[in-house]
């Protein structure tokens, strides 16, 4: 296994990253996602807790001021006090509705659109008890590395947590000695003060300690999907395609090219020779383009076969070396001639066009 990791030198590539999220195998940092939702969630308490408060005082006070016990029995007890609960439901749930969508808002800044079609899919070998042993154990065993980091990450952050905790407290200590004796509205207002304070201080700093956990889960996640020389080479072999099959493939490409421009030489309006190494077809269709076009060239035994369907279909051939060679290396197929050449294939075709109208 250390040598397998050892061997594991190259960077993942895209297609290998593309088929982690498929499996649902990403990087993300749960305490920097925790950090963000309890941000979130405290910073709601800030904007609707007095907007709550009074809400449920005000349900509170209307309720219990309006009761008389000599006219409630016991049946009466639901039916009162339905309304408070019910309203007080609709501020806890407002309440969690919005913590839910600052929730996926985090969950999705962190991982981006993700469907992972390979972890949707049922298996039975996860549901095995042996397998949910295995991995109970494997997240109870903190000598193994990745347990004893999150162990020690655990250590760090209470120690932290607490060490600004105290430090709160303690610049509050004068504060918090002046409430002896004071009634409940100052008492619950000073010790609110310190609380949010602490929460808040609390709640930055596990924010850094989430974004420096981030780095640690991508390097962590960059390096668990490193990929050997030879996944590369594999890799890239079966994006590319087999270079037999390609071969094949491109061998066949090119025979149905070269019948279809077989085919055209029937259609030339005359054949420019080399006359036996190069041989190009042309044909001029004034409606069409605006000068004659290269239907098909060649050379050697592409050129042999160009001239005997010449022949054979009583295409007139022209021998041209300057001119057949021009054509061969500067035209490709189906493309019009440049202007260069307007004059001497002009000069042809009018040679070849007087004498079919003297047959």
């Known amino acids: 296994m250390a040598n397998d990791q050892a061997d594991r030198t190259e960077e993942a ?79 806890v749930l407002l309440f969690f509705g919005f913590l839910a969508i600052i929730a996926v808002f985090v969950l999705r800044m962190q991982t981006g659109a993700l469907f992972a079609k390979e972890a949707l899919k049922p298996s039975f070998q996860r549901l095995s008890p042996s397998s949910a042993f295995k991995q109970l154990m494997d997240k109870i065993n903190i000598f193994k590395p990745r347990q004893m980091v999150e162990f020690v990450k655990s250590i760090v952050k209470s120690f932290i947590i607490v060490m600004v905790g105290a430090k709160v407290i303690i610049k509050h200590k004068n504060d918090l000695l002046g409430l002896i004796g004071a009634d409940a509205s100052t008492g619950f207002m000073v010790m609110g003060s310190i609380i949010f304070e602490l929460m808040f201080s609390i709640c930055i700093l596990l ?33 590319d395609g087999d270079p037999m099959i390609k071969g094949k493939i491109r061998s066949f490409q090119i025979k149905m090219m070269q019948q279809k421009m077989m085919a055209n030489v029937k259609e030339a309006d005359v054949v420019v020779v080399n006359p036996t190494h190069f041989a190009v077809a042309l044909k001029y269709d004034p409606q ?72």
């Open 207 to 239: 924010i850094i300690m989430g974004f420096l956990d981030k780095k640690y889960q991508d390097w962590e996640y960059n390096k668990s999907i490193k990929m050997t020389k030879q996944e590369v080479k594999e890799e890239r072999k079966n994006m």
């Open 288 to 359: 069409k383009y605006l000068a004659p076009v290269v239907v098909a060239k060649g050379v050697d035994f592409i050129a042999f076969k160009i001239r005997e369907i010449a022949k054979n279909n009583g295409i007139p051939i022209v021998e041209n070396k300057p001119l057949a060679r021009s054509l061969y290396k500067l035209v490709e197929i189906n493309d019009i001639i440049p202007q260069e050449l307007y004059v001497a294939v002009a000069e042809i075709l009018q040679y070849v066009y007087a004498q079919k109208n003297r047959h």
């Open 13 to 91: 590539t895209p297609r290998r990253r593309e088929k982690e999220r498929d499996r649902g195998h990403i990087s993300k940092s749960h305490d920097l996602s925790s950090a963000l939702v309890l941000t979130g969630g405290l910073g709601l308490i800030y904007a609707m807790g007095d907007g709550m408060l009074e809400k449920m005082s005000a349900m509170l006070s209307l309720t219990l001021n309006n009761l008389n016990p000599d006219n409630i029995s016991d049946n009466d007890f639901i039916l009162i006090m339905s309304p408070y609960f019910s309203n007080l439901c609709d501020i």
